[in-house]
């Protein structure tokens, strides 16, 4: 089972005055501290909320921190050292399982789709998932969203992860791909930025996405403890209305306009660059229309587990979603 330790802080400003949603002053708004699992241009509703003053118009001076990592993540939430977390749904269960008396709870579910992409060294235009068989991959943790999609994949093409090919995961979240150009694997799975960063080097090419050939599945959701949910509903209420504004944003403006907008979370990436990002995930209809964490969602999840073997049995969908706040932003 995981074992979690606490995260590396980095904190992100808030930009507020752009179009969508009015921002105010910090004076008087309730400080948040949301641990996010990575800081990737697939959370951009997430960032196009921040920078277009969603939070503060909710009443809500928010502090990012990247905990690196689902693990980390919910150490930091479970410790109290983050109000909300935003990792894969499957650190919930964990945590479940362990027997927490104040487990986390899912308040509201953000991407729809796997955000990873499978690169690899050479141009492979017309790649197969056979073609992977008797090769080197540079994986992810173990009990992980990003393997255990990647293995699911695997499985539904018929490849058995355990002997069809080797996947290294010996390397720490987030440093996979830098090591890659010198390591001696054929692929890699990436977020973005870095799948597109390794194409403009010339250092990898994306062969595959795994949003697409896994489907719809719930990769990542924002929890609180179940303490922090019912003494604060208004400020969980506030931060699902938040979300909410950010996925219609990103529903209706195009890639461009998204791209200028969240420009200031990523400012080592040109808005160009980021622009082409958000185009495709936005074809592999990536992020949801609204927040709400359905019951089917939940048991494709529990299915992942089960196949991934992290699951020692399933565990109840009223205890660990909660879909009320998620509701009242859509309405």
């Known amino acids: 089972m ?12 808030l930009t507020a005055g752009l179009a969508g949603c ?28 921040i920078e277009l003053g969603c939070f503060e118009e909710e009443g809500i001076d928010l502090k990012l921190v990247n905990g690196g990592g689902a693990d980390k993540v919910m150490t930091a939430l479970i410790s109290g050292d983050a109000d ?22 899912n308040f509201a579910q953000l991407t729809q789709r796997a955000g990873n992409f499978l690169v690899s060294r050479s141009p492979e235009p017309d790649f197969k998932w056979s073609d992977i068989k008797g090769k080197t991959v540079l994986g992810g943790r173990a009990g992980g969203m990003p393997e255990m999609v990647f293995e699911y994949i695997l499985k539904k093409n018929g490849i ?36 597109t960063a390794l194409e403009q080097q010339g250092q990898g090419y994306v062969a595959a996405s795994l949003g697409v050939d ?46 200028e907008t969240i420009h200031p979370q990523f400012p080592e990436t040109d808005v160009s660059t980021l622009a082409v990002i958000v185009d495709r995930y936005k074809k592999q209809d990536t992020w949801k229309e609204d927040a709400i ?39």
């Not at 641990?35 to 960032?47: D, G, L, M, R, T």
């Open 2 to 13: 995981r074992h979690y330790i606490l995260p590396l802080i980095l904190c992100v400003g």
């Open 22 to 49: 009015s921002g105010s002053s910090s004076s008087g708004l309730t400080p948040v501290t949301l641990n996010e699992v990575a800081h990737s241009v697939f959370y951009a509703p997430q960032y196009a909320a």
């Open 84 to 105: 909300i977390g935003f990792m894969g749904s499957e650190a919930s269960i964990y945590i479940y399982q362990e027997g927490s008396e104040d487990y986390a709870v």
């Open 160 to 195: 058995d992860p355990r002997t069809d090919l080797s996947i290294d995961q010996s390397i720490s979240y987030g440093l996979t791909a830098a090591a890659f150009p010198g390591s001696g694997a054929d692929y890699t799975v990436e977020f973005e930025p870095f799948a």
């Open 214 to 259: 896994s489907g719809y599945v719930p990769y990542t959701a924002y929890s609180a403890r179940q303490s922090y949910i019912e003494e604060h509903p208004e400020i969980i209420q506030g931060f699902a209305n938040a979300i909410q504004k950010g996925l219609e944003y990103v529903a209706s403006h195009s890639a461009e306009e998204i791209a």
């Open 293 to 331: 964490f359905t019951e089917e969602s939940f048991d494709l999840l529990q299915n992942i587990l089960e196949e991934a073997g992290e699951l020692k049995e399933r565990v109840p969908y009223k205890d660990l979603v909660t879909t009320e706040f998620a509701e009242n932003a859509a309405r």
